[in-house]
Nanobody, 128 residues
Framework: QVQLVESGGGLVQAGGSLRLSCAAS????????LGWFRQAPGKEREFVST????????YYADSVKGRFTISRDNAKNTVYLEMNSPKPEDTAVYYC?????????????????????WGQGTQVTVSS
């Protein structure tokens, strides 16, 4: 069982920067694949980024590639999402997610149904 708590959301100007954190409970954090998803008002939840349990494999949605960076600190049981040069269209509630299953392809980690555990979300608002 894993509990996830996001923090770091807030109001940021376009072109600025913001770092989201997601702290996890549990002693086997380093065996979990971790992901960030987001949901804007009136839109479906969408994939943002994922990092495999080893930390050696990361993947990003095209919309954030080159601007956002995902990382993890297994010693602190925390996953981060560094948001650089955010745009107003990045405004959403951001959720972190975790799953311990093995997947043969990173594709599966871009799918929300591949994750068993979710945080409560943190609001990010980007002003123009």
């Amino acid at each position: 069982q894993v509990q996830l708590v996001e923090s770091g959301g807030g109001l940021v100007q376009a072109g600025g920067s913001l770092r989201l954190s997601c702290a996890a409970s549990g002693r086997t954090f380093n065996s979990y694949n971790l992901g960030w998803f987001r949901q804007a008002p009136g839109k479906e939840r969408e994939f943002v980024s994922t990092i495999a349990w080893s930390g050696g494999t990361t993947y990003y949605a095209d919309s954030v590639k080159g601007r956002f960076t995902i990382s993890r600190d297994n010693a602190k049981n925390t996953v981060y999402l560094e948001m650089n040069s955010p745009k107003p269209e990045d405004t959403a509630v951001y959720y972190c997610a975790a799953d311990s299953r093995y997947y043969s392809s990173i594709y599966y980690l871009t799918q929300g149904q591949s994750y068993d555990y979710w945080g409560q979300g943190t609001q990010v608002t980007v002003s123009s």
